[in-house]
């Protein structure tokens, strides 16, 4: 895939690689976004017009991610 969403558990990642106990680790949970080929350059290509990496990750995450809350059902 040209785009994936990878998220993690940062501390967890240390206390098995380094053996960094979990209350030591400053970062907890890792979201990070990947991108290959055409997708990778138009964010370049953003970020060098816009130079704003937070507008361009939530344009990124807004145009391929949709969170919905269930609605409630009146019985």
Do not use: W
Not at 21 to 26: K, W
Not at 53 to 65: D, G, L, S, V
């Amino acid at each position: 895939s040209d785009l994936y969403f990878c998220l993690y558990e940062k501390a967890y990642e240390q206390l098995v690689k380094n053996g960094t106990p979990l209350e030591q680790a400053d970062i907890q949970n890792r979201f990070e976004i990947r991108l290959k080929n055409e997708r990778a350059y138009y964010a370049v290509r953003d970020l060098l017009t816009y130079h704003d990496a937070e507008r361009t990750a939530f344009n990124i995450i807004n145009r391929y991610m949709r969170f919905a809350d269930r609605e409630k059902c009146n019985q």
